[in-house]
C-alpha cells in the first residue's frame, strides 16, 4: 500500500510517500511545498498545483492529513485550514481516500508518546525509515502521519479480516 501524508501549512506544506507491506515500511520520498503569490489565492493555487504534481507523480493509494490545531490566533487557524482543505482536496479528486488524525495521534503512534518534541518525531521516522534524508520538519511530519495511517489502516484491515472469519 503505498500512503502519502501531508503536514498542512499556507507557507509550508509537508510531504511524505511510504511504502507499506504489512509491518515493512520504505520510504519512497518526501519534501516541501512551498507557497508563492502575493495573495492568499495565489498561495493557494501554488500549493494545489504543487501537491497536485506529487499524487501525479508517486501515485497514492490512500493519503493521510493531520487535523487543525485550534490556538489563539484565528485568522491563522482559519488560514491554515484553507491549506488543510487543499491537502484534502488533491487526492479526493483522485479517488483516494484520506485519513485524519490528531498531532496527539500521530504522534502516540510513532514516538509512543502523545506529546513528543519535533525532534523526537523526526528521530522516530528515521529509525523506521531507515536511510531517509528529510528535506526539513514539514517533510519529516509529513512521514510520521504516513507512518502513522499505515499502522491505524493495517490495524483496521486486520480487525475487519478478524470479524468477517468470526461471522463465517
Given at each position: 500500500?503505498?500512503?502519502?501524508?501531508?503536514?498542512?501549512g499556507l507557507r509550508n506544506?509537508?510531504?511524505?510517500?511510504?511504502?507499506?507491506?504489512?509491518?515493512?515500511?520504505?520510504?519512497?520520498?518526501?519534501?516541501?511545498?512551498?507557497?508563492?503569490?502575493?495573495?492568499?489565492?495565489?498561495?493557494?493555487?501554488?500549493?494545489?498545483?504543487?501537491?497536485?504534481?506529487?499524487?501525479?507523480?508517486?501515485?497514492?493509494?490512500?493519503?493521510?492529513?493531520?487535523?487543525?490545531?485550534?490556538?489563539?490566533?484565528?485568522?491563522?487557524?482559519?488560514?491554515?485550514?484553507?491549506?488543510?482543505?487543499?491537502?484534502?482536496?488533491?487526492?479526493?479528486?483522485?479517488?483516494?481516500?484520506?485519513?485524519?488524525?490528531?498531532?496527539?495521534?500521530?504522534?502516540?503512534?510513532?514516538?509512543?508518546?502523545?506529546?513528543?518534541?519535533?525532534?523526537?518525531?523526526?528521530?522516530?521516522?528515521?529509525?523506521?525509515?531507515?536511510?531517509?534524508?528529510?528535506?526539513?520538519?514539514?517533510?519529516?511530519?509529513?512521514?510520521?502521519?504516513?507512518?502513522?495511517?499505515?499502522?491505524?489502516?493495517?490495524?483496521?484491515?486486520?480487525?475487519?479480516?478478524?470479524?468477517?472469519?468470526?461471522g463465517a
Amino acid at each position: 500500500m503505498r500512503v502519502l501524508g501531508i503536514d498542512p501549512g499556507l507557507r509550508n506544506l509537508g510531504w511524505g510517500v511510504i511504502d507499506a507491506d504489512g509491518n515493512r515500511l520504505s520510504h519512497v520520498a518526501n519534501g516541501i511545498c512551498h507557497s508563492n503569490g502575493a495573495d492568499l489565492a495565489a498561495r493557494l493555487l501554488s500549493l494545489y498545483q504543487q501537491l497536485t504534481d506529487i499524487v501525479a507523480r508517486y501515485a497514492p493509494e490512500t493519503a493521510a492529513v493531520e487535523q487543525t490545531f485550534v490556538n489563539k490566533d484565528g485568522a491563522g487557524t482559519l488560514k491554515l485550514g484553507q491549506a488543510r482543505g487543499i491537502a484534502l482536496l488533491v487526492p479526493a479528486q483522485y479517488g483516494i481516500d484520506v485519513g485524519e488524525y490528531s498531532p496527539n495521534t500521530v504522534k502516540k503512534t510513532v514516538v509512543g508518546v502523545g506529546h513528543a518534541a519535533k525532534e523526537q518525531v523526526a528521530h522516530m521516522v528515521k529509525v523506521q525509515l531507515p536511510g531517509v534524508i528529510l528535506a526539513g520538519p514539514d517533510a519529516a511530519d509529513a512521514l510520521a502521519i504516513a507512518i502513522c495511517h499505515a499502522h491505524h489502516a493495517r490495524s483496521a484491515d486486520l480487525l475487519a479480516f478478524a470479524v468477517q472469519r468470526a461471522g463465517a
